[in-house]
């Protein structure tokens, strides 16, 4: 299927009436004159099929240009060239300022193969309606770098304090990672032992976090697919669900996952207060289980407050799913994120729990909370059959250790998830 325009004989010249076509030319849907990029993405959904919106006789709804190259939208999803786009205000609701991402940035090179979960990375925003306090995401490079970027396009003061009150897509993405594959030359493809040449959505921000996230995602997991590259997706949102048809047609080779520390809603909603709670979390990998696509867990990071009755009975849960490997990794106490859990905490009057997270700024005290709370997770693991628990001790952790207690992690960290992907 594909697009198809038909000018406005009373209008002017990019005054057309745009429909959606299948390939004996059989009109199969009309959308009128200026459909909005949300149509246009819920159209590609309900069809299954993806549309490349470049160079296809569509307008933009501010100076009636043809679109031909980057484009971006308005939050009510009317059509933007770049250049109105990149003039435009952005806009706030709830809280949560967004605008579009500047970014040229299409498919990044990743060092996630450490954990055994990619070489590449796809991010379909900068910034993430959840809000974690304990994600480290602000302080890496990707968003740290860019301040200057996010204070004209957000007015963003600090990146940490305010993650969670700024979100900047980028809708033209599908085009971009479709244009930059056809150019690709995969004998030169990335391929660590661990990370196995996977494409991961995505590292710095949830890809399902709201409609506009999740439209863009499909559009770069369906170029993905047409590829054959494996691709892993990670995300809090159940809305990744909407996606299942297109995830079956992967054969295999692509695995979704989500990310679960605890199952303490209370706990949750002071750490996480924007993000999904998680039995919502565990419904969708239950959908995803009932249609048979590959999944995992991301039991990260979990939290000093957990008793081994907690850890079992998140991993009896996660054992109802039947993931193909949980990865695991005790919360790390480094920098402001951390101390912003702490803050959270106290703030929300759960004192005891501030106390037990505060006491992990003592080194020594960290050091054993954390190879106490991964060997806890891997001993209540082997009393289930379909289990398998993938380690993430930090580097942090193994300069902290030595001898056959060192030994010990490293392999940890060396070992490749046991996904097969589509061998």
């Known amino acids: 299927m594909q697009l198809e325009t038909k000018r406005d004989p009373d209008g002017g010249w990019y005054d057309r009436f745009v429909r959606l076509v299948d390939d004996d030319g059989h009109v199969v849907e009309e959308f009128g ?8 993405r819920e159209a590609e959904r309900r069809h299954g099929v993806r549309l490349n919106l470049w160079q296809q006789g569509l307008v933009c709804s501010e100076c009636g240009n043809q679109i031909t190259d980057r484009f971006s939208a308005k939050r009510d999803g009317e059509l933007l060239c770049w250049d ?12 949560l300022r967004t605008n579009i991402d ?91 032992r661990r ?7 995505s590292s710095g921000t949830d890809c399902y976090q709201d409609r506009r996230a999740a439209q863009i995602t499909r559009g770069c997991v369906h170029e993905l697919i047409e590829h054959d590259i494996p691709t892993r997706i990670l995300t809090r949102s159940p809305n990744v669900t909407r996606d299942i048809d297109l995830f079956k047609q992967a054969d295999g080779n692509l695995t979704v996952g989500s990310s679960i520390p605890s199952f303490d809603t209370a706990l949750i909603e002071v750490l996480e207060p924007k993000a ?8 969708a990998l239950n959908e995803l289980f009932k249609s048979g696509v590959p999944r995992f867990v991301s039991f990260s ?49 759960m004192e005891d729990e501030a106390d037990q997270f505060e006491r992990l700024t003592n080194t020594m005290r960290w050091k054993e909370y ?6 806890l997770v891997r001993e209540v693991a082997e009393d289930f059959d379909n289990l398998s628990i993938h380690s993430w001790p930090s580097q942090d952790l193994i300069r902290e250790t030595s001898g056959k207690q060192c030994n010990a992690l490293k392999r940890m960290r060396k070992q490749v998830s046991p996904e097969t992907f589509a061998e």
């Open 33 to 40: 004159k200026e459909p909005t990029l949300n149509e246009l």
């Open 84 to 95: 109105c786009a990149s003039s435009a205000e952005g806009d706030e609701q709830g809280g």
């Open 102 to 192: 500047p970014t040229k940035t299409v498919l990044s090179e990743s060092k996630l193969f450490k954990k055994s979960l990619c070489d590449y990375v796809i991010n379909v925003a900068t910034g993430c309606r959840h809000g974690c306090k304990f994600c480290y995401v602000p302080s890496t490079p990707a968003v740290d770098n860019r301040e200057d970027m996010l204070e004209e396009q957000a007015d963003v003061d600090d990146p940490q304090k305010d993650w969670g009150d700024y979100l900047l897509y980028r809708d033209d993405l599908p085009e971009r990672v479709h244009e930059g594959l056809q150019d690709t030359d995969f004998d030169d493809w990335k391929t660590t």
């Open 195 to 201: 990370g196995r040449g996977v494409v991961m959505l």
């Open 276 to 283: 999904p709670p998680p039995q919502a979390r565990w419904e």
């Open 301 to 349: 990071p979990t939290y000093p407050t957990m008793d081994c009755g907690d850890i079992r009975t998140a991993l009896e849960w996660f054992s109802a799913v039947d993931p193909e490997v949980v990865f695991h990794e005790p919360i790390n106490p480094r920098g402001i994120n951390f101390e912003m859990c702490v803050e959270s905490l106290r703030e929300a009057g």
């Open 370 to 375: 954390a190879i106490n709370q991964i060997e």
